[in-house]
């Protein structure tokens, strides 16, 4: 690897390397263990309660997302990085106060948006067009007396560096989340309760989720206070107050939290937009919820591609903005390129991967291949997601905090414009493909950016022609596992749930091993950026020996077409 900046040695560059990946293998290791658990969470709604209930919770869900995001989703990458660049200075003490008027911005701000979710509920109800979503919306309101000081939290950390307390209580959210989700399903099915009270019970899981995370958050926090001061390492090297501190960081997290809402804001169109045209195609505001229930089939499993993608996000800010503040021009722009070429082949694969298997998946999670094609053209917006929330927080390291802002717009009006023109034509198809369109006009938006602000540069091969070899190997070998499990199927009276779930799992597992196996082959991830993580290394070893060039074996470098 090449020296990132004049006089820079080279093993600083692999060091600052390492950490970032270790970092974003934490973070997102705990990304798909918690999104994993999320999924499972909607399965058993919409298998259990029926596409009603399902309807409900997906028109709710995104509306409280979106407030979450728009009042909180900055502030941790705001938090990481101005702690990152007292960390930088030596400034324990200036650390923790930037969490202390973080905290008291967002405690605020969450009991204001509580009060207008909760007595508000009624009139959101009629604005969504669905009347049953009040008790839902006022069910998930308390969630945001919680969930911004978890962020706060989150942030601290990051701008550490130190994903661990991140990455457990992600997981430990999730799990109490699913666990309260399912025991108030069952409860409340059983007693009979309608529609309306079984979505208010699923969202009430985000409440509870809230709290274990927080509580988990505060455990750390305490440790890390103890520690810290034991060191008396703890210097004020910069003389702002409480109140200069809350203009600086909300100044920078406001732009911040308009370009990390771009996906629940685009899904938020959706509810307002898509049952009403699909009443209009279909005449009846029961086929038209039902329509958008088998639409949003799809959406979990495109956010868990872009959950890792975040996590690698949350990686990239701090460790941008320290490069910055060091001067280290060259740093940023290998970070930049390493983080955009990896966010391009995992949403790349996972997309094709998605499209592929749509159909055995689609049965596997809800019973019936019904949309299933609707669900293989939403798999290409994981891949234009991931590049979004990538290339976003690489801008937002690097100081250019608005151009999120204005992709995120742009998207939202080309998804409007999209639901509005080919819905009419093609129903819930239409609603995909503008959600594509929206997708990539935003990733691409911020790549001219990105290139402009750190002269980051992309070469093709890396990016279209192995990875081409890469998608091919993996489409003919799903078509191959498909078409012959399914005679094998009939032969042998499998159930077709059974079958097809089955048949889903060695999709994803036969077709992420071609895949990867192809990038290692044509050299679109080199031996060298393995070795930054030792154990992965350690486990590939034997089969790396058999698939790797014997010149990328010996060298181990990265060769010139990075």
């Known amino acids: 690897m090449e020296e990132t900046h004049k006089g820079e040695p080279r093993n600083n560059s692999s060091k600052q390397s390492m950490k970032l990946l270790k970092g974003a293998v934490i973070l997102g290791t705990a990304a798909v263990l918690s999104k994993l658990l999320g999924t ?81 509920a009624g009139h959101i109800a009629g604005w969504i067009g669905i009347s049953q979503t009040k008790k839902a919306i006022q069910s998930v309101s308390f969630a945001l007396l919680l969930s911004p000081v978890l962020a706060v939290l989150r942030g601290y950390f990051q701008g550490y560096q130190n994903m661990v307390p ?18 108030l399903l069952l409860y409340l099915v059983a ?10 019970g699923a969202t009430f899981g985000s409440v509870t989720g809230a709290g274990a995370g927080l509580l988990v958050m505060f455990v750390y926090w305490r440790k890390d206070l ?55 195609s279909f005449g009846s505001e029961a086929e038209a919820m039902r329509q958008f229930g088998l639409y949003n089939r799809g959406l979990p499993l495109v956010q868990l591609v872009v959950m ?129 369109i929206a997708y990539a006009a935003a990733a691409g938006l911020n790549l001219v950016q990105l290139v402009r602000c750190t002269g980051a540069r992309f070469a093709l091969r890396p990016y279209a022609v192995s990875p ?20 094998a199927m009939a032969a042998w009276h499998v159930p077709e749930r059974l079958g097809y779930s089955a048949i889903a799992l060695l999709c994803v597992a036969g077709g992420a091993a071609v895949y990867v196996l192809a990038l290692l082959r044509s050299g679109s991830i080199s031996r060298e950026e393995l070795r930054l993580m030792p154990e992965l290394d350690r486990k590939l070893a034997p089969v790396l020996a058999k698939v790797l060039p014997p010149a990328e074996q010996r060298a181990g470098t990265v060769s010139d077409k990075h």
């Not at 009979?192 to 079984?198: K, L, P, S, T, V």
């Not at 959706?270 to 049952?275: L, N, Y």
């Open 308 to 436: 890792i993608a975040s996590s690698m996000s949350a990686v990239l800010v701090p460790a941008i903005a320290e490069a910055k503040v060091k001067r280290r021009g060259g740093l940023v722009r290998s970070q930049a390129e390493m983080a955009v070429r990896l966010a391009w082949l995992i949403g790349l694969g996972a997309s094709f991967g998605l499209a592929f298997a749509a159909m055995p998946i689609n049965v596997m999670l809800y019973k019936s291949s019904e949309a299933s094609w609707t669900m293989a053209l939403l798999a290409f917006t994981a891949l234009f997601s991931t590049l979004n929330a990538v290339t976003a927080s690489v801008l937002q390291g690097a100081g250019a905090i608005r151009t999120p802002a204005n992709a995120l717009l742009v998207a939202i009006v080309l998804k409007a414009l999209g639901n509005v023109w080919l819905m009419p034509r093609w129903g819930i198809d239409g609603a995909a493909l503008s959600a594509v």
């Open 468 to 487: 081409a070899l890469g998608v091919a190997g993996m489409g003919v070998c799903l078509a191959a596992l498909q078409l012959l499990a399914k005679p």
């Open 166 to 183: 991140t990455a457990v209580s992600q997981v430990m959210e999730q799990l109490i989340r699913v666990i309260t989700m399912v025991a």
């Open 40 to 120: 499972l969470q909607k399965i058993p709604l919409q298998n259990v309660a029926g596409d009603t209930a399902f309807g409900l919770y997906s028109a709710v869900y995104p509306l409280y997302i979106l407030i979450l995001f728009a009042a909180t989703a900055g502030f941790p990458v705001a938090v990481s990085k101005f702690v990152a660049e007292r960390v930088v200075l030596g400034d324990d003490r200036g650390a923790r106060r930037i969490v202390y008027v973080s905290a008291i911005i967002l405690m605020g701000t969450g009991i204001v948006l509580f009060l207008f979710l909760y007595c508000g």
């Open 191 to 200: 007693l009979a309760y309608d529609e309306a009270w079984i979505a208010a």
């Open 226 to 280: 103890s520690k810290r001061q034991v060191s008396g390492e703890a210097k004020n090297k910069e003389a702002l107050n409480y109140w200069q501190w809350a203009k600086r960081i909300t100044v920078y997290a406001i732009p911040v939290c308009l370009g990390a809402i771009v996906v629940p804001l685009l899904t938020l169109v959706d509810t307002f937009t898509m049952p009403r045209l699909l009443e209009i």
